[in-house]
């Protein structure tokens, strides 16, 4: 248990690095896009930028809104972390960490959470911009869940487990790419409005409601919520590199493919322009549920016929 402890101390603390250096990739990215350079003075090329501005927020004075409901105000930004962080004991590391044979249903459940902190953070702030901020994030969240769990159930139908495990395994010569293309399309889409992103940042509209839902939020709790978005950001790609892309956790390969899911979200944020509300909800409901239910179908179809060619 002890081992296991230290085990996920040094896993957390990896995360937060790699959170570190993902904002700082988007910088540069983003800087590159936009024919700008991207930071470059704190440190070699601009490499201690993000710690210069982790420093600079948890050290700034915290302001708390006399009007807040204090204790979801201080929290939510706390649990938002929190959910983040614990659901990557999900990955099947093999290092002496948890082993769960239900990775899939606990990653659900941890995104399901998510929300309520969201909502928490909104709501708690007493703020009517911050509460539709997070009303948006809500309905927005809630949309798309729907076809990330329809997804995910077609790949369970073709693995026949919850584990995380499988997906390494039966991909180990073959990648479900390959057979479900509209489906990698649909799960990129939905993580990206998952983690309210570019074009789905409707929680954080700038130009409509200030910053969303976190406007009154400032210094250390500021800091968490954006660390929490970040390491979802980093978890994400690294699902849709195991779901799609196969390999072993142990292996190089697997982590250049995990860095460059990462890229593409930069990469998008760079070109896309911010979708219209309405337009996020059609394409939720009319377009991405069709395509993930007639995929759950044939997956069960084929499935069957293979039970039955079995036997």
């Given at each position: 248990?002890?081992?296991?402890?230290?085990?996920?101390?040094?896993?957390?603390?990896?995360?937060?690095?790699?959170?570190?250096?993902?904002?700082?990739?988007?910088?540069?990215?983003?800087?590159?896009?936009?024919?700008?350079?991207?930071?470059?003075?704190?440190?070699?090329?601009?490499?201690?930028q993000p710690?210069?501005?982790?420093?600079?927020?948890?050290?700034?004075?915290?302001?708390?809104?006399?009007?807040?409901?204090?204790?979801?105000?201080?929290?939510?930004?706390?649990?938002?972390?929190?959910?983040?962080?614990?659901?990557?004991?999900?990955?099947?590391?093999?290092?002496?960490?948890?082993?769960?044979?239900?990775?899939?249903?606990?990653?659900?459940?941890?995104?399901?959470?998510?929300?309520?902190?969201?909502?928490?953070?909104?709501?708690?702030?007493?703020?009517?911009?911050?509460?539709?901020?997070?009303?948006?994030?809500?309905?927005?969240?809630?949309?798309?869940?729907?076809?990330?769990?329809?997804?995910?159930?077609?790949?369970?139908?073709?693995?026949?487990?919850?584990?995380?495990?499988?997906?390494?395994?039966?991909?180990?010569?073959?990648?479900f790419l390959?057979?479900?293309?509209?489906?990698?399309?649909?799960?990129?889409?939905?993580?990206?409005?998952?983690?309210?992103?570019?074009?789905?940042?409707?929680?954080?509209?700038?130009?409509?409601?200030?910053?969303?839902?976190?406007?009154?939020?400032?210094?250390?709790?500021?800091?968490?919520?954006?660390?929490?978005?970040?390491s979802s950001?980093?978890?994400?790609?690294?699902?849709?590199?195991?779901?799609?892309?196969?390999?072993?956790?142990?292996?190089?390969?697997?982590?250049?493919?995990?860095?460059?899911?990462?890229?593409?979200?930069?990469?998008?944020?760079?070109?896309?322009?911010?979708?219209?509300?309405?337009?996020?909800?059609?394409?939720?409901?009319?377009?991405?549920?069709?395509?993930?239910?007639?995929?759950?179908?044939?997956?069960?179809?084929?499935?069957?016929?293979?039970?039955?060619?079995?036997?």
């Open positions: 248990m002890f081992i296991m402890v230290i085990n996920y101390i040094l896993l957390v603390i990896c995360v937060l690095v790699g959170v570190a250096f993902i904002t700082l990739m988007e910088r540069k990215v983003l800087g590159c896009i936009q024919i700008r350079k991207g930071p470059n003075k704190v440190g070699y090329i601009g490499i201690l710690f210069a501005d982790a420093i600079k927020l948890f050290t700034k004075e915290q302001t708390y809104p006399t009007m807040s409901n204090f204790m979801p105000y201080y929290m939510s930004p706390v649990f938002s972390l929190f959910i983040s962080l614990i659901v990557w004991l999900t990955m099947p590391y093999e290092l002496g960490l948890f082993t769960f044979s239900t990775g899939v249903l606990f990653f659900l459940c941890c995104t399901g959470l998510g929300v309520y902190t969201t909502m928490g953070a909104g709501w708690s702030s007493n703020s009517k911009y911050a509460l539709l901020g997070s009303l948006r994030a809500v309905a927005q969240t809630i949309s798309y869940e729907v076809s990330l769990a329809l997804i995910l159930l077609s790949f369970i139908m073709l693995v026949g487990g919850y584990n995380l495990e499988l997906f390494s395994l039966y991909q180990r010569d073959f990648w390959f057979i479900s293309l509209p489906l990698f399309c649909t799960w990129l889409a939905s993580c990206l409005a998952e983690t309210n992103r570019t074009p789905f940042d409707f929680a954080e509209g700038e130009s409509e409601l200030v910053s969303g839902f976190n406007t009154e939020y400032s210094s250390g709790g500021f800091a968490l919520i954006f660390l929490a978005e970040y950001i980093l978890f994400m790609s690294m699902l849709l590199s195991l779901f799609f892309l196969g390999g072993n956790l142990l292996s190089i390969m697997f982590y250049i493919k995990f860095v460059f899911m990462s890229f593409v979200f930069i990469w998008v944020r760079g070109t896309l322009p911010r979708f219209r509300y309405d337009k996020l909800m059609y394409l939720a409901w009319k377009s991405f549920l069709p395509v993930s239910l007639n995929y759950l179908m044939f997956f069960m179809g084929l499935k069957s016929f293979f039970s039955v060619l079995i036997m």
